[in-house]
């Protein structure tokens, strides 16, 4: 089982829609969780952190389920400047800095 | 200013020839990394260089040798090149600590491609 999985998609959604992406993790003792964008040909940025009581940051809601060792992230009122790579972050222990990567989710937001 | 700048950004060489790419970070961080993202784009950690100390080693082939000369410089070195090595390589630079988030910043990517 790999240690993030994504649904690769491709979510093709119009502008305006809502739109929600899922993340599990494999190791029960992952600290930290976070959501990075990467555009084509790009490198990735951070979108969000992820805080177990679940975070909000303008049109974008991270949740975090510790039991079921699942995020999401929801996207509400979509841009055409959406259109990305989502990617699920994970730092799998308190150990030094290594962060793990998902292969991504990605979201394609037309007229 | 460009917080993480590594180059070249293209590279199109050889298979057997050997390659450096280098990176340079005015962040301030005392973290560094070589993340490669494969065909698949998938983005898989190779190493990572806590003030010029190697703390992360992933089962990278020997031919892969990074070299961090200060804090603020980490540089990978490819020996003997396999086709299997194209990819993306980005480096990446994060403050790790109390009170810091451990966001990792990255470069804009080197794209080799072996011929």
Redesign the interface.
């Known amino acids: 089982r790999k240690e993030v999985e994504q649904d690769p998609g491709p979510f093709n959604v119009p502008e305006g829609a809502t739109v929600a992406f899922n993340c599990t993790y494999s190791n029960s003792a992952s600290q930290?969780f976070?959501w990075?964008r990467q555009d084509c040909r790009?490198?990735?940025?951070?979108l969000m952190?992820v805080y177990s009581s679940g975070n909000e940051d303008g049109r974008f809601t991270a949740q975090l389920n510790r039991a079921s060792q699942y995020i999401s992230l929801l996207i509400r009122d979509s841009k055409l400047s959406d259109s990305a790579?989502y990617?699920c972050v994970v730092?799998p222990d308190t150990g030094?800095?290594?962060?793990?990567?998902g292969?991504?989710t990605r979201l394609l937001v037309s007229p | 200013d460009t917080a993480v700048s590594q180059t070249p950004k293209y590279l199109v060489t050889q298979m057997g020839n050997d390659k450096s790419i280098k990176c340079e970070q005015n962040l301030g961080h005392d973290?560094m990394y070589w993340?490669k993202q494969d065909s698949?784009?998938?983005?898989?950690?190779m190493f990572?260089y806590?003030n010029k100390e190697l703390?992360?080693n992933e089962t990278v082939p020997n031919r892969f040798s990074p070299k961090s000369p200060d804090k603020a410089h980490l540089n990978l070195h490819i020996n003997s090149l396999e086709l299997g090595d194209s990819a993306v390589y980005?480096c990446a630079s994060?403050q790790?600590g109390e009170g810091h988030?451990?966001?990792?910043f990255?470069?804009?990517?080197s794209r080799l491609t072996v011929l």
């Open positions: 930290s976070f990075y790009k490198e990735p940025k951070l952190s790579t990617l730092k030094f800095q290594k962060l793990v990567f292969t991504g | 973290t993340y698949k784009k998938f983005l898989k950690i990572s806590n703390i992360i980005f994060s790790v988030t451990g966001e990792l990255f470069g804009e990517g």
